[in-house]
């Protein structure tokens, strides 16, 4: 006979050869015991769990001659027929190739003949997600009420694949990975049996590989074998598998925590040199971080990493020394980095680019850290930690500054005048001995401090001669000469007062500049709009304090505010009732108008509701009869 794998040598028999799936064992054996077995059973799980392992050895318990029992006898003549694949009444489908409609049409006319030598009719159909609708629908009524000599037993890698209405049917039993420690001991197990030595890191490396599942691990077993004879040493094991030193890892992943850039690229090219896969050294070196954090995290890493002890002990000496933040960033950057290297043109250059980053990054600012500091600053703890300035000297009459608001105490001395610690009534100065300082070149407001009586008052200047009219103007944007005229001073400065507001108030900025003119009655200053609701919020108690303030700031004189506005801003019509925005509107929304603008595809310009323009009126009527009058 052949040579028969240890996948085929080894595969269980009955119940207590079956590696794992304890729960799923039990199940099935109290089952048989108690009489409670279900006609249709459906095994789930990973390739190489045990799935038609567990299907057969139930197949045998159940057409045992000592039975129904809870563990097959081996020896009648019904459990040595199933064991070498004889039995007729053991029917098993390969779903993959037998997927059609007719094969189920074939397999319900099979089972409907009672069994011929054993007690049941066992169908065991693999991989059964790769039937199709119409299969499936083929076999939906037999399954549910199947003769009484049948038993349905079903194995699929893809739960997710099979139909619910064949799921709701069936008895499910989903088979896990097998543990680290348990493939570990019936490796071992198998090796001795096959008089062979294992190095104990070799076989470390073999179960790692396997991933829980036993055939894939019998497979590189059998390979190993193969190459090494009656002795097997981690060597030959990364040499034959491709594989990558868990030392090579863990001296990798120490250096990128150090920041020993020269040492990574050593290793690396020791990687390169032992022609590891690429996708491995990823998992492995992921997998050696992932380690890491869970030292950090966890109370009991051994119940979560199936490690030796010894790779145990150096992972937790590593995350001893360094910090959860620095673990997780590094950890972030490789899992990124690394699989966009698994599908690079140059895997080595984007492998080099991943540690490079993954090195440098302590020298990068995180964002939160960034946010913070951004915050304390706004707040003014950093500033307050700051020594206190030194004054500021007096800057050139040629420099201007924006004027800051005066201390109620401290009146603001005039532009390129004396310190602001002399008190401004002491300052007296002559028109004659005070030279004309010469004109900036960017417009800012004359301040002068308020006069304690009107001796103090600086003459008014001199009107030029008519000899002196033809002499050149000075620019536009130049700041005029101070005037004692309240009205003058305060039109010709008002646009550098609306910088000064939109410095503070934006919005109250923008909204003084809708004024069509500001003018000043006594110790008034009248703000002319042509609608009042662009007035509706500067008139707000609160808005009105706060501008009341920038004008007494910036003007330096005692000034209330009002606001004017044609016709009292809100005049109602004694002929229609209406107030001006309202008439405007209606004759904007009128039928008339609307369909003249439909016609003749034209837009509103604009409306006119004076007293000269209204029908009737007198002002209209003198209007027509002599067209000169206004």
Known sequence: MSYLVLARK?????????????????????????????????????????????????????????????????????????????????????????????????????????????RYKIIIIDEVHMLTTEAFNALLKTLEEPPSHVYFMFATTELHKVPVTILSRCQRYEL???????????????????????EPEALEMIVREAGGSVRDGLSLLDQIFSYCGQEVKTVDVIDVLGLVSHQLVANLGSALLRGDLGAVY?????????????????????????????CKVSKKPGDLLEVTEDELALLQQTATSQT?????????????????ATFSQQPRLALELTFIRAVQFRDVVPVAELVSRFDQLLAGTLLDALPASTP?????????????????????????????????????????????PPTPTVAAPEFRPPSSSPKELPPEQPQPSRAQEGAPSPPKEAAPAPSTDGKKRIRQHWNLFLKYVHERQPWMA??????????????ELLIHFDDL???????????????????????????????ACPRS??????????????????????????????????????????????????????????????
């Not at 050593?266 to 869970?294: K, P």
């Not at 509706?536 to 609160?542: A, D, E, P, R, V």
């Not at 405007?584 to 409306?607: C, E, H, M, S």
Request: aromatic share 4%.
């Open 10 to 118: 080894s595969r269980p028999q009955t119940f207590a050869e079956v590696v794992g799936q304890k729960a799923v064992v039990r199940t099935l054996q109290n089952a048989l015991a108690q009489g409670r077995v279900p006609h249709a059973l459906m095994f789930s799980g990973v390739r190489g769990t045990g799935k038609t392992t567990l299907a057969r050895i139930m197949a045998k318990a159940l057409n045992c001659e000592q039975g129904p029992a809870a563990e097959p006898c081996n020896v009648c003549r019904s459990c040595r027929q199933i064991t070498e694949g004889a039995s007729i009444d053991l029917q098993e489908v390969d779903g993959a190739s037998n997927r059609g409609i007719q094969e189920i049409r074939e397999l319900k006319e099979k089972i409907r003949f009672m069994p011929t030598s054993s």
């Open 176 to 198: 896990k990975r097998l543990g680290h420690a348990e493939l570990n001991a019936h490796f071992h197990r198998l090796a001795t049996m096959e008089g062979v030595q294992m």
């Open 266 to 294: 050593t290793l690396l090219d020791e990687m390169y040199l032992h022609g590891t896969d690429i996708r491995r050294f990823s998992n492995d070196l992921l997998g050696w971080f992932r380690g890491l954090i869970v």
């Open 324 to 340: 959860l933040e620095t673990l997780t960033a590094v950890f972030n950057l490789l899992l990124e980095g690394l699989e966009k």
């Open 392 to 436: 500021i000297a007096a800057a050139p009459q040629s420099q201007v500054a924006i004027p800051q608001q005066p201390s109620p105490a401290q009146p603001v001395p005039p532009s390129g005048g004396p310190s602001a610690a002399v008190p401004a009534a002491e300052i007296t100065t002559s028109p004659r001995d005070t030279p004309v």
């Open 510 to 523: 923008g909204a003084l500049q809708l004024a069509a003119s500001v003018e000043r009655k006594g110790e």
């Open 533 to 563: 609701a662009d007035c509706t919020m500067l008139k707000q108690s609160s808005h009105l304090t706060t501008l009341t303030e920038f004008v007494l700031d910036f003007f330096q004189e005692n000034l209330s505010i009002q606001f």
């Open 569 to 630: 801003g809100c005049a109602i019509d004694p002929a229609n009732s209406l107030a001006p925005q309202q008439e405007r509107r209606a004759l904007a929304n009128d039928p008339l108008v609307l369909t003249a603008l439909d016609v003749f595809t034209g837009q509103v310009g604009d409306i006119r509701i004076g007293p000269r323009y209204r029908a009737g009126h007198p002002a209209a009527l003198r209007s027509a009869s002599d067209p000169s009058a206004t």
